[in-house]
Nanobody
Framework: QVQLRESGPGLVKPSQTLSLTCTVS??????????WNWIRQTPGKGLEWVAY???????DYRPSRKSRTSISRDTSKNQYTLQLTSVTPEDTGVYYC?????????????WGQGTQVTVSS
């Protein structure tokens, strides 16, 4: 049974960089079946997709934030990491790492518990 766990800072100052890591157990992030996603739940916009790294290594980001988003993985640790640069209060929310067959809510099949991130000075 696959398990996902988020880790990272709960508080980040505006204009700084947020780094969040998802540690996966019970399944390899390099398997050729799944998208490994980051999504977030915000008060103003609800649930929204942020980024993924596919098991093949293919990467994509939310278009509105593409220039300030990166995602990478460490296959030796079975982890993948999200980095958001130049954060603003609009980046505040609960961040989840999620496995699924795609990037849509209907296709998500494994969720982390989520981690609260607050952007504030």
């Amino acid at each position: 049974q696959v398990q996902l766990r988020e880790s990272g800072p709960g508080l980040v100052k505006p204009s700084q960089t947020l780094s969040l890591t998802c540690t996966v157990s019970g399944g390899s992030i390099t398997a050729n079946v799944y998208y490994w996603n980051w999504i977030r739940q915000t008060p103003g916009k609800g649930l929204e997709w942020v980024a993924y790294i596919h098991s093949s290594g293919r990467i994509d980001y939310r278009p509105s934030r593409k220039s300030r988003t990166s995602i990478s993985r460490d296959t030796s640790k079975n982890q993948y990491t999200l980095q958001l640069t130049s954060v603003t209060p609009e980046d505040t929310g609960v961040y989840y790492c999620v496995r699924g067959g795609g990037t849509s809510l209907q296709g998500f099949n494994s969720w982390g518990q989520g981690t609260q991130v607050t952007v504030s000075s």
